[in-house]
């Protein structure tokens, strides 16, 4: 029988959770704050994620920071920093380049949670007032151009330290590290992180529900990934993203598909784990999610521009109505009448018919479509482009109501091979759902990390200037027990091939 090795600091998934603001847990790091300094934090954006980060900082952290948040919705910077004492809030626009500098000199550290494209102009400013940064998103090519720039003024920019990227890339580094301190190798590294409705809230079309705007979602399935499997490496097609779903079985409780995202073969260098014959990382949905977004795709209502390609112009110039929109725009069709409901509806089957489909797949997308309202008499607001007016409907459909849970699902599966040439599987994975009367399991997961690397942005134990990820040891350990100290934790299994 093959052994199965238990990572002794990872023995329970996130599924039950403590919060990290309970009384028992603040009189404890209240007990060990015991060198407090007046460190003052900037926190630029007021959007889902900032509450848990104001959360831990303004009420829990031992080091009792001051924080403000800028942001150019004042109101809701305000409602969110009178719930704390040492919190504050003020009007803050990030294209403001002179009003950014002096709010960032004023402070020891700036936590940038704005839309990544952003990031750059904040970066500039913390460079020319050598003020460290943290934030959760990407590295863009941005950034990185201002690496040497960073280092120079002497300063950190952190980034990557939310959920995916952050802490995936804390889980990881531990698995992988400790192969290679006990002399194996990685030679497979397959990642899939998703955040979804919990079970009992999936039951809507697309079996997915937004908590901020959809078209993040929508960008992501036009553009490429790039991945390694066994050996062989791929790149997809442009556009065609949703297309390359697979089945996902490492949660057999939960029926799922993934799909690859971003470019995976820089986690060769960035993860150390050179020569590895799979590299792959990925998103995790519902199954039947892929083929809801091909017909999307294909009946033209991601297009970022009015009219569709050869039509010679805006074949929708004349709708009014959902119903209308997809007969009219999206399928290009002309009608005598206006259209109904039925007649969209049936438009739309003729058209995924032609698309070879089966009856089943065609039959599923309808009802999707139907559920989505987009056969419906509700209106669209022709200034916008398709792929905003199909958000705008989403976020219509597919929210949370009160008392619905959301929830994250992490898996990464690794194959390490040891010197006597055995081989072991090993699995590392994280299921948080949302608290009803709290936070989203996503804006926590992406949240907390990000103010628990703030507060070691502030102690000075983050080694190395310029821009950076969370890969060194010295950061993903502590970060890692911090999690823990707070019941977000991994869990880990370790199997000897027989």
Same mark, same amino acid.
């Given at each position: 029988?093959?052994?199965?090795?238990?990572?002794?600091?990872?023995?329970?998934?996130?599924?039950?959770?403590?919060?990290? /603001?309970?009384?028992?847990?603040?009189?404890?790091?209240?007990?060990?704050?015991?060198?407090?300094?007046?460190?003052?934090?900037?926190?630029?954006?007021?959007?889902?994620?900032?509450?848990?980060?104001?959360? /831990?900082?303004?009420?829990?952290?031992?080091?009792?920071?001051?924080?403000?948040?800028?942001?150019?919705?004042?109101?809701?910077?305000n409602v969110l920093a009178e719930k704390y004492d040492r919190v504050s809030a003020q009007y803050l626009d990030v294209s403001d380049d002179?009003?950014?500098?002096?709010?960032?000199?004023?402070?020891?550290?700036?936590?940038?949670?704005?839309?990544?494209?952003?990031?750059?102009?904040?970066?500039?400013?913390?460079?020319?007032?050598?003020?460290?940064?943290?934030?959760?998103?990407?590295?863009?090519?941005? =950034?990185?151009?201002?690496?040497?720039?960073?280092?120079?003024?002497?300063?950190?920019?952190?980034?990557?330290?939310?959920?995916?990227?952050?802490?995936?890339?804390?889980?990881?580094?531990?698995?992988?590290?400790?192969?290679?301190?006990?002399?194996?190798?990685?030679?497979?590294?397959?990642?899939?992180?998703?955040?979804?409705?919990?079970?009992?809230?999936?039951?809507?079309?697309?079996?997915?529900?937004?908590?901020?705007?959809?078209?993040?979602?929508?960008?992501?399935?036009?553009?490429?990934?790039?991945?390694?499997?066994?050996?062989?490496?791929?790149?997809?097609?442009?556009?065609?993203?949703?297309?390359?779903?697979?089945?996902?079985?490492?949660?057999?409780?939960?029926?799922?598909?993934? /799909?690859?995202?971003?470019?995976?073969?820089?986690?060769?260098?960035? /993860?150390?784990?050179?020569?590895?014959?799979?590299?792959?990382?990925?998103?995790?949905?519902?199954?039947?999610?892929?083929?809801?977004?091909?017909?999307?795709?294909?009946?033209?209502?991601?297009?970022?521009?009015?009219?569709?390609?050869?039509?010679?112009?805006?074949?929708?110039? +004349?709708?009014?109505?959902?119903?209308?929109?997809?007969?009219?725009?999206?399928?290009? +069709?002309?009608t005598d009448t206006p259209p109904t409901a039925a007649s969209a509806r049936d438009v739309t089957v003729a058209f995924l018919e032609r698309?070879?489909?089966?009856?089943?797949?065609?039959?599923?997308?309808?009802?999707?479509?139907?559920? =989505?309202?987009?056969?419906?008499?509700?209106?669209?607001?022709?200034?916008?482009?398709?792929?905003?007016?199909?958000?705008?409907?989403?976020?219509?459909?597919?929210?949370?109501?009160?008392?619905?849970?959301?929830?994250?699902?992490?898996?990464?599966?690794?194959?390490?091979?040891?010197?006597?040439?055995?081989?072991?599987?090993?699995?590392?994975?994280?299921?948080?759902?949302?608290?009803p009367d709290g936070h989203t399991a996503m804006a926590e997961l992406v949240g907390v990390p990000c103010a628990l690397a703030t507060e070691?942005?502030?102690?000075?134990?983050?080694?190395? +200037?310029?821009?950076?990820?969370?890969?060194?040891?010295?950061?993903?350990?502590?970060?890692?027990?911090?999690?823990?100290?707070?019941?977000?934790?991994?869990?880990?299994?370790?199997?000897?091939?027989?």
């Amino acid at each position: 029988m093959a052994a199965i090795r238990l990572i002794p600091t990872c023995t329970v998934a996130g599924m039950c959770r403590r919060s990290m /603001y309970t009384p028992s847990f603040r009189s404890a790091t209240t007990a060990a704050n015991k060198h407090e300094t007046n460190h003052r934090v900037l926190l630029i954006g007021s959007g889902n994620v900032v509450p848990p980060v104001v959360e /831990y900082l303004g009420g829990s952290s031992t080091l009792k920071p001051t924080v403000t948040i800028g942001s150019i919705d004042e109101q809701a910077a305000n409602v969110l920093a009178e719930k704390y004492d040492r919190v504050s809030a003020q009007y803050l626009d990030v294209s403001d380049d002179s009003t950014l500098s002096k709010s960032v000199a004023e402070h020891d550290a700036v936590i940038s949670l704005v839309p990544w494209v952003f990031h750059g102009n904040v970066a500039r400013a913390c460079i020319a007032n050598k003020v460290n940064m943290i934030t959760t998103s990407y590295v863009s090519e941005e =950034l990185e151009s201002l690496h040497q720039s960073a280092k120079d003024a002497g300063i950190t920019i952190l980034n990557e330290v939310g959920l995916d990227p952050g802490i995936d890339h804390l889980a990881a580094m531990r698995i992988i590290e400790d192969v290679q301190a006990r002399g194996g190798k990685i030679t497979s590294f397959i990642s899939f992180c998703g955040g979804l409705p919990a079970a009992e809230a999936s039951f809507v079309p697309l079996q997915y529900k937004f908590s901020w705007s959809p078209k993040g979602v929508l960008l992501a399935g036009i553009s490429q990934a790039t991945y390694r499997e066994n050996g062989a490496e791929y790149t997809t097609d442009s556009g065609k993203l949703f297309h390359y779903d697979r089945a996902f079985s490492e949660f057999p409780s939960l029926n799922l598909e993934a /799909y690859p995202n971003r470019n995976s073969l820089v986690y060769e260098d960035v /993860y150390g784990i050179h020569g590895a014959q799979t590299i792959l990382r990925g998103t995790l949905r519902y199954k039947g999610f892929c083929k809801v977004m091909r017909a999307l795709q294909a009946l033209g209502l991601m297009e970022d521009h009015h009219g569709r390609a050869g039509d010679g112009g805006d074949v929708a110039a +004349a709708a009014a109505t959902w119903g209308e929109y997809m007969v009219c725009h999206s399928l290009a +069709a002309t009608t005598d009448t206006p259209p109904t409901a039925a007649s969209a509806r049936d438009v739309t089957v003729a058209f995924l018919e032609r698309s070879g489909l089966s009856r089943g797949d065609i039959a599923d997308i309808v009802a999707a479509l139907d559920g =989505l309202g987009l056969f419906s008499d509700d209106a669209v607001d022709l200034a916008r482009a398709p792929i905003d007016e199909l958000c705008a409907q989403l976020q219509r459909k597919l929210v949370y109501g009160p008392g619905e849970r959301d929830m994250v699902l992490l898996s990464h599966q690794f194959v390490a091979e040891w010197a006597d040439g055995s081989c072991s599987d090993i699995s590392s994975k994280l299921v948080r759902c949302g608290d009803p009367d709290g936070h989203t399991a996503m804006a926590e997961l992406v949240g907390v990390p990000c103010a628990l690397a703030t507060e070691h942005v502030l102690r000075g134990t983050v080694r190395g +200037a310029g821009v950076i990820r969370p890969v060194d040891k010295q950061l993903y350990e502590p970060l890692l027990a911090d999690l823990e100290g707070l019941g977000i934790r991994m869990t880990e299994t370790e199997t000897l091939r027989q």
